[in-house]
């Protein structure tokens, strides 16, 4: 089935500064989710998303569903050791849900 | 609240040999889907139940996958006979309603490794 695009593939920052990821698809989606994954532990919900163009945040995390419908946007800000981890965006449209490759996130103390 | 629980966590397997997952979800999710996250990707569906009817199982390879949810609750996804290529951390995920809101909760996960 098709999946999302997702970039960048990996980042690789310094403790404290901001990051930004995307995710973008050919079809549109009702609804955007962005999830992290810790390594041996399944994908932890973060933000959802429901109507084109929202913006929502969820303490330093803030995404928005992009008014095309075709894309969201997640970031970051003041980033902290314990962001390490995979983040993966995820489209859902009438009970499918779709998977980005995701983003392997790294940061430097 | 109890999450998604899965088991085992971790399964060695030959090539060609039988190997069985078994999903609790979220008490009282309706909705149980069954993935595979191969390294390096995200998930893939694999299969998704209501209840204990099937809604999708487009993407399960049914020539050696299968899957039943039979009391509507927990599911077991079995792989016979398994492939290297069936190598993957396979995640089970529940949801309480359909629609837009139909968020996924998902389990930790089973890796399978098959040498």
């Known amino acids: 089935g098709q999946q999302l695009n997702q970039s960048p593939q990996s980042m690789f920052i310094q403790e404290g500064e901001d990051v930004s990821m995307n995710c973008t698809s050919s079809?549109?989606?009702?609804?955007w989710l962005w999830y992290k994954q810790d390594p041996g532990e399944g994908p932890v919900l973060l933000i959802a998303l429901y109507k084109a163009g929202e913006l929502t945040s969820n303490g330093r995390l803030t995404a928005q569903f992009g008014i095309t419908r075709k894309d969201s946007f997640l970031n970051i800000s003041a980033s902290i050791p314990s962001d390490v981890g995979i983040y993966f965006c995820a489209g859902l449209r009438h009970n499918d849900m779709r998977f980005g490759a995701g983003t392997r996130l790294t940061v430097k103390p | 609240e109890a999450g998604v629980a899965q088991s085992p966590r971790y399964k060695i397997i030959e090539k060609r040999q039988s190997v069985a997952f078994w999903c609790n979800p979220i008490?009282?999710?309706?909705?149980l889907y069954w993935y595979q996250q191969i390294l390096g990707q995200g998930p893939k569906l694999l299969i998704q139940f209501q209840n204990n009817g099937v809604v999708d199982d487009s993407q399960l390879p049914k020539d050696r996958f299968s899957a039943e949810r039979l009391k509507g609750v927990d599911s077991t996804l079995k792989i016979q006979p398994a492939k290297l290529e069936d190598s993957a951390v396979y995640l089970c995920?529940?949801?309480?309603?359909?629609?837009?809101?139909?968020?996924?909760?998902f389990g930790a996960g089973t890796r399978l490794s098959v040498l």
């Open positions: 995920a529940s949801s309480p309603l359909r629609g837009p809101k139909n968020i996924q909760y």
């Open positions: 079809s549109i989606f009702n609804t």
């Open positions: 008490s009282g999710h309706a909705t």
